[in-house]
Every structure is written in structure tokens, then in C-alpha cells.
């Protein structure tokens, strides 16, 4: 009975709206009531008499500037408001609805109603009551009205009056940041992570801190990723939320064992606040146990229509046989690689799902986007697995997996650590070959080098060890660096805290400088490290004269950030260059003792 009053309600409420838009005058509406209202209530006419003064003295009328005129409730002994012209307590005083009617209903139906320059001056009234605003973005939202929603729910968070928020606008609150990250309006988002986060109320405080986390760590930023995970404890101590949150940090730190201590202590923490429902407790208790492959669960599951293909391409690259010999020839100090008759066959039987070409003018990348068919490529891919003895395919399947799962750590294992073994076994049979170099130019060689660049990348955060491995096999094959492998692994040896490693790499490698000032700071930051203070300053004056803005940079706490170029360059020597260094490292000078401080007074 109750969802049928108060599908009735709405409907009467909806019907009242357009008649009182008419020309907006009370006595015109009763005469609508009088004439219609008793069909929304199955010819129960008292129902809708009663309603109409309610309904009409809640209506935001344009007339006056988007003002209510509301009706006082007239004495018992006084004419009924509804103009029937009988008292007051022998008419609607009567009438008693089975719930009470919610002060916000008409605005939230003029917001669902309104468009263009008429829905713009309402917001910018500022009139609306906040759970009107609540619920008309929640509502546009759900419908598939993004800009409808988006410009509702700004009005909601405008932090003109942030007291006046409802506890329940959380939800809307990820909704517009969403909205804002899927319609590219980052500087909007990072605005209003900034204004909650200052003056915003402790429930969206903490929800803001966990986003700003997941931002980072999606940049690669896991110093200011930490930094904010320490906000959000502070914000919200016994967030479930915040057990998610750090072992994704510990696990983009490489810190498994961690990980699992850190999700057991929050189980066991949560557990005892006895505030968790059974799925949320089921999820830490795995998380304590596996967190690699709890998040790796859950990311396939999160997938919807990929989950399955992903999940049967992960069996795939578990049976994978050994990997085939391709035709590699020693030329002078030159190595190449050829592709065969078989290799190009079974790549045109690849390509002829997968549809997408890799874009050879850059080093990662394809012309256009391969997810949009991953389905397809995926179950086809799995029905022939033999097209994986071709490198154009595994090529093609590295990129693809890194440019989706590669800044997930926990994804490494199980779909990129199986196609670097396959590379493995051919840049053995390189080195067999002969003692040359496999440079990109020459033959089909990009092939190799590219895949080997994109498993690198994509195995960095979740298989560092591996990831090393393999950029190490490929400077012994590619001295030149053309790919800029070195950097990449020094970054990993110093992660190890494998210094004297780190220096012996340098001393071994000539970097052609297009990437120095990872260079120099790399040297540093070993040589502090190992105590040679002496050395370490010498090569800070380098880094000064190298670029100005590094080593502030460097050290500032909480500087603010650089927006990447329009078309992604950075060039040496400039801010972008040290903002660069600062995402990729500074967590490791912040875990060095004294190193920070010590910068400071180079400042």
C-alpha cells in the first residue's frame, strides 16, 4: 500500500507542477485540483484538495525569482485553505496522508523539469534546498544525463554553505568527481577535492582523501599518494576503505609481505569495531591472506563483460608452451631479427580480430584504442593460442594488457610475467647468435625491443624483480638504450636498496643524456646512501647547474603540481623535468634517513 501511495503522490505532485507553470496563480490551480486531482488518487477527490496547498506553497515559482509563496495553515475555526468553503477542521485537517510529504518534493521535480537558461538562473538562485539537489543529480545521473547531473550536483557542492549537506551525499559526491574525470575536467576535480578537503565536512573529507590516494597511485605518485593516505586515517581512522587503499600503496611500493601484515591488522582491527557486514569482512579476511590476488579478483569482477575472456586468457598464458626459435642472424657487430613465413601468417590470422595497429611513430601505443573489441580478440585468441609463437602477436597483447592492467601491480603476475618469459627465451637465442647489437632500426627488431619496453613498464610495480631481469637482458642485446632502459633500472636497483649495484650499472652504461637528471639524482641518492657524502655533494652541484628547479623541487613538501605539456614533451632542464623526477622517486628519498634534509641545504 505504501509504494502505491506514493507512486500516486508523485504523480500528482508531477501533474500539480505542469498545471501550476500555467501562469503560476494559486486560484487557476485550485480550479485544476478541483477539475483533475482526484484522478491521481483513483477518483478520491479530498486526497488531492488536501495536498494542493501543501504542494503549491513548497513550488518554486519563476515569476518570483524562484521564491515560494507559501500559505499559512489556516485556524481550525478558520475557511479550509483549499477554498471548499467549509472550516478548516471539518475539511482538510481531516485528511491524513500515510507519510509525510517531503518539504523538498516540488523543487526536486522543477529541477528534473527545467532545461537551458531557465534551469541555469534557479542554480544560480541559490534557492534550492539541498536534498532537492541531492536527489534531482542522483536521479539525472542514473538516467544517463551527465550534464544535467553534472550541473545539478555543482550547485550541491559549491561550498557556499557546506553545513547544509546532507550525510548521505557521499554517492553524489564520487559521482561529479567521475563525472569530471570522464569529460576530462581535471582542473574542476582537482578544485573541488581541494575545497572539501579544506573546508569541507569530515564525512566528504575522508572520501575526498581516498580519491586523491587513487589518483596518485594512478599517477605513479606514491609519495603524495602516502601523504594522503596518512590525511585520510587521520579523517576517517575505521574506513574499511582505507584497508583497500594501503595495500594497493604497499603493493605499488613492491611491499607484498607488508601488504599482508597491514590488511591482517586491519581485519582483525575492524573485526573488533564489529561495524562490517559479512561481504566487506569476507573481503579483508582475503585481502589478510592474498592481497595481490583479492585486488586481481576484484578488478575482473569490476570488469563486466571482459571478466570472462580475461579470466580464460589468464588460463591461456598459465599453459603457455615453450616459446619457439625465431630466425635471428648475426650481421657484423649487428644482430637481426627476421620474421618468418609462419610468424606472418599467424599474425595476419591474429590481426584479422584484433583490428588495431601499433603506432610506430611512438614507443608505446597504438593508433587506436584495442579494448573496444577486447572481447572478440580475447575469446578468439584463446580458442588459438599457437598465434602466441608469433612476437608481432605477443607484441601486440603486451602492449594492450600494459596500457590497461600495467599501472596495476597485483595484474603482473598473471598476464604480463607470462608473456616476459617468452621474450626471455628469444633474446636468449639473440645472444646466441652472436655477440651484437640489436638495434631498433634494423630488421624486424623494433618487434622485440618494443614488447620488451612494454613488459618492462607493465611488470615494474608488480614483478620489479622480473621487470629488472628482463630491461637488463635487453641492454646487453640493445647497448645503445634506444628504448632508455637504463633509467628503469636504476630507478628499480635503488627501490632494492641495492646501491653499490645501482653505481656499477652507471660505470658500465654511457646515458647519451636525454634523460640525465635521472641520471645524476639516481647517483646521488646511491652515494648518500652509502655514505660517500663527498661525492653525493659534488653531484648535487651538478644537478643545480643541470636544472635550477630539481633540487627545490625535490624537497619542497607540498609544492604544486605541474600540468603536463599539450603534447607531452618535457624538456631538459625545465620545471615539468623535475616535477617528472619528484612522481617517480621522491618516496625513495623519503624513506632514506636524512636525505630530504639534507637536499634542504642545497636549496
Request: aromatic share 8%; proline share 5%; with cysteine.
Amino acid at each position: 500500500m505504501l509504494a502505491v501511495w506514493v507512486e500516486q503522490l508523485l504523480g500528482f505532485a508531477s501533474g500539480a507542477l505542469s498545471a501550476i507553470r500555467q501562469n503560476e496563480h494559486y486560484p487557476d490551480f485550485m480550479t485544476w485540483v478541483r477539475a483533475h486531482g482526484g484522478d491521481y488518487f483513483g477518483g478520491d477527490a479530498t486526497q488531492a484538495q488536501a495536498l494542493a496547498p501543501i504542494v503549491w506553497s513548497q513550488t518554486p515559482l519563476e515569476r518570483l525569482d524562484f521564491s515560494s509563496q507559501p500559505l499559512a495553515t489556516p485556524g481550525r475555526n478558520e475557511p479550509c485553505w483549499c477554498d471548499s468553503g467549509r472550516k478548516f477542521k471539518h475539511c482538510c485537517s481531516q485528511v491524513e496522508f500515510p507519510t509525510d510529504i517531503p518539504p523538498q518534493m516540488m523543487w526536486m521535480l522543477s529541477l528534473r523539469e527545467w532545461k537551458g537558461a531557465t534551469l541555469k538562473a534557479a542554480l544560480a538562485s541559490g534557492k534550492a534546498p539541498a536534498q532537492s539537489l541531492l536527489e534531482a543529480g542522483l536521479i539525472a545521473a542514473e538516467s544517463g544525463q551527465s550534464g544535467r547531473a553534472m550541473q545539478i550536483l555543482e550547485s550541491l557542492f559549491d561550498g557556499s554553505d557546506w553545513a547544509r549537506l546532507p550525510e548521505q551525499t557521499e554517492p553524489a559526491f564520487e559521482i561529479l568527481l567521475d563525472l569530471y574525470q570522464e569529460r576530462g575536467f581535471n582542473r574542476k576535480r582537482a578544485d573541488l577535492l581541494d575545497e572539501v578537503l579544506e573546508r569541507g565536512p569530515m564525512f566528504l573529507r575522508g572520501v575526498a582523501l581516498e580519491r586523491l590516494c587513487l589518483t596518485y597511485l594512478d599517477g605513479d605518485d606514491l609519495d603524495s599518494a602516502r601523504a594522503a593516505f596518512v590525511r585520510a586515517q587521520q579523517a576517517l581512522p575505521d574506513s574499511p576503505t582505507l584497508a583497500y587503499i594501503e595495500a594497493m600503496l604497499l603493493l605499488h611500493e613492491g611491499h607484498e609481505e607488508e601488504a599482508k601484515a597491514r590488511a591482517d591488522f586491519w581485519y582483525r582491527r575492524l573485526v573488533r569495531k564489529g561495524e562490517l557486514d559479512e561481504d566487506q569482512l569476507d573481503f579483508l579476511a582475503a585481502l589478510a591472506e592474498n592481497p595481490g590476488a583479492t585486488l586481481a579478483d576484484q578488478l575482473l569482477s569490476a570488469e563486466d563483460d571482459l571478466a570472462t575472456p580475461l579470466v580464460a586468457l589468464q588460463s591461456l598464458l598459465a599453459a603457455l608452451t615453450t616459446a619457439p626459435k625465431l630466425d635471428i642472424r648475426a650481421r657484423g657487430e649487428r644482430l637481426d631479427y627476421h620474421v618468418s613465413a609462419r610468424e606472418a601468417t599467424l599474425f595476419a590470422a591474429w590481426h584479422a580480430e584484433f583490428q588495431v595497429m601499433v603506432d610506430t611513430d611512438i614507443a608505446l601505443g597504438f593508433v587506436d584504442d584495442p579494448w573496444d573489441n577486447a572481447v572478440g580478440w580475447m575469446s578468439t585468441l584463446c580458442a588459438h593460442p599457437e598465434w602466441l609463437d608469433s612476437p608481432q602477436v605477443v607484441q601486440d597483447l603486451a602492449l594492450a594488457l600494459t596500457s590497461r592492467f600495467g599501472s596495476l601491480p597485483w595484474m603482473a603476475p598473471s598476464l604480463l610475467e607470462p608473456l616476459a618469459l617468452r621474450l626471455d627465451r628469444w633474446l636468449d637465442q639473440a645472444r646466441a647468435a652472436g655477440d651484437g647489437n640489436l638495434c631498433w632500426d634494423d630488421a624486424d627488431n623494433a618487434i622485440l625491443l618494443r614488447t620488451g619496453l612494454a613488459l618492462v613498464v607493465g611488470m615494474e610495480r608488480g614483478a620489479r624483480q622480473h621487470s629488472r631481469q628482463l630491461a637488463e637482458k635487453m641492454l646487453l642485446v640493445n647497448r645503445e638504450d634506444s628504448l632508455g632502459l637504463l633509467e628503469l633500472v636504476l630507478d628499480q636497483l635503488l627501490r632494492d636498496d641495492r646501491n653499490a649495484d645501482a653505481l656499477k650499472l652507471l660505470e658500465e652504461h654511457r646515458d647519451d643524456g636525454s634523460m640525465a637528471l635521472n641520471i645524476l639524482f639516481g647517483r646521488a641518492l646511491a652515494h648518500f646512501r652509502l655514505e660517500h657524502y663527498q661525492e653525493a655533494a659534488s653531484i648535487l652541484e651538478d644537478i643545480q647547474r643541470y636544472n635550477r628547479h630539481a633540487i627545490e623541487l625535490l624537497g619542497a613538501d607540498n609544492p604544486r603540481p605541474m600540468k603536463p605539456s599539450w603534447d607531452g614533451n618535457i624538456d631538459p632542464g625545465t620545471r615539468g623535468e623535475a616535477w617528472q623526477y619528484r612522481t617517480l622517486m621522491r618516496d625513495q628519498w623519503r624513506a632514506t634517513p636524512g636525505a630530504l634534509a639534507w637536499l634542504s641545504s642545497y636549496r
